[in-house]
């Protein structure tokens, strides 16, 4: 066990581990430590106190083994000010991400102020063949480019997509619900003209019409425009 490891595991509750992991379908039981988390403040400054060349190594062997490891990796990627190291460290871990629950908060504060230069690598992300990669991808597009710096095309990147697998649609789906409310005018063009395929077609109209920021027309027009998968 890595000192890193050790460090977890005197912050385990084994109990709360049964509950996560019943979050996180796709994962087996023992990939979790179960640690609840406010206990990832004091982690973190345990882990700090460690020897630089120590977090080094923790952050460069990959893939980790539990899935707390991989979210205090998500936590020191997130650190880095640096956002050409940010992105670097970024890369490197996406394609051991392998559930919603990691993926789900990337957000390094690096990326806020440079969309410029976030928005280029998102194409490659959506094609690459890493379902969660792809689902980072979309997570960034719905976080930073469905206000001022929105696009269209944008929305037209991820509605080429097509994939078994449920995160990747479900995380689609929740792009195009949130356009709608945001940039509706666009969005619901994708919508009109099929562009999505139907399972995501229809839970985008879902959790769109589950928004209170949908008016009661919009929502029953969105109602109309439901297809037969």
Not at 42 to 60: G, L, P, R
Not at 127 to 136: F, G, W
Not at 198 to 227: C, D, G, M
């Amino acid at each position: 066990m890595t000192k890193i490891q050790k460090i977890l595991f005197n912050h385990q509750d084994e109990k709360y581990g049964d509950f996560v992991a019943k979050l996180v379908p796709t994962l087996p039981r023992e990939k979790f430590i179960g640690i609840r988390s406010p206990e990832f403040k004091k982690i973190i400054k345990e882990v700090h106190s460690q020897a630089e060349e120590e977090i080094e190594f923790f952050m460069n062997t990959l893939p980790h083994k539990f899935q707390e490891e991989n979210t205090l990796q998500v936590i020191l990627i997130s650190e880095i000010k640096d956002y050409d190291k940010c992105l670097s460290s970024l890369e490197q871990f996406l394609p051991f991400v392998d559930n919603w629950a990691i993926s789900d908060v990337i957000s390094p504060k690096a990326f806020d102020k440079n969309h410029d230069k976030i928005i280029k690598k998102i194409p490659e992300w959506l094609e690459d063949e890493k379902p969660y990669t792809k689902r980072v991808a979309m997570l960034f597009l719905k976080k930073y480019f469905l206000n001022e710096d929105f696009n269209p095309e944008y929305l037209t990147w991820a509605a080429k997509i097509r994939s078994d697998e449920y995160y990747v649609n479900m995380m689609t789906a929740w792009l195009f619900a949130e356009a709608l409310t945001k940039q509706w005018d666009a969005a619901i063009k994708f919508i009109k003209s099929q562009q999505l395929d139907p399972w995501t077609h229809n839970k985008a109209i879902q959790k769109a019409r589950e928004s209170f920021r949908i008016t009661a027309e919009q929502k029953e027009y969105l109602k109309s425009l439901k297809v037969k998968k």
